[in-house]
């Protein structure tokens, strides 16, 4: 029986969800209003919201229906993304964000960041990196993509112990 890690299935969610977003909104709406779709300027104001622990600007950034996919679940709609973030914010202190130069194409801006907190560093991470994919249509955020690159091996070290928990049946659960 072939065991399904955690991390891959994560994975082809925000792959799936991802390529349905990003068509969604019809071509010509994008080509006729592109500075609505401007994917720069929308990476600039979610690194300006994550730098500033708003929960709220945060969610703001999002379309109505806005998804956020990250390794813990997926959040839709303002007020999950919202309830989301506010937890992370809580329950991490010290929570730091460094943001590279993301890489642009056409509404679509993707970034490999280096993520940090006494939360993870009491556990034995330094840092972690994360790779967030966020998609823009209509000025805001429809799609946002948070994964943590299992390439660098301090990431991969700290998500060990926790995939272990996820493949592990639950308490009266027949193991094949």
């Given amino acids: 029986m072939r065991r399904t890690t955690l991390l891959p299935s994560l994975l082809a969610l925000t792959v799936a969800l991802a390529l349905v977003s990003a068509v969604a909104p019809p071509l010509a709406a994008q080509e006729a209003t592109p500075t609505t779709n401007d994917p720069a300027a929308m990476h600039a104001a979610f690194v300006e919201a994550i730098h500033a622990n708003d929960a709220d ?103 060990t112990p926790m995939e272990a928990v996820a493949a592990t049946p639950a308490m009266g659960t027949p193991t094949p």
Avoid: C, K, M, Y
């Fill in 57 to 159: 600007a945060f969610a703001a950034l999002f379309a109505p229906d806005g998804v956020l996919v990250t390794p813990f679940g997926v959040s839709r709609g303002r007020e999950e993304i919202r309830g989301f973030q506010a937890g992370l914010i809580a329950n991490n202190p010290g929570l730091e964000v460094t943001f590279t130069e993301p890489t642009l194409t056409h509404n679509t801006a993707v970034s490999r960041d280096e993520v940090a907190a006494e939360t993870w560093r009491a556990a034995g991470a330094e840092r972690i990196i994360i790779i967030h994919t966020l998609v823009v249509a209509n000025g805001q955020i429809v799609v946002l993509a948070i994964i943590p690159d299992i390439d660098d091996p301090v990431t991969r070290a700290f998500l």
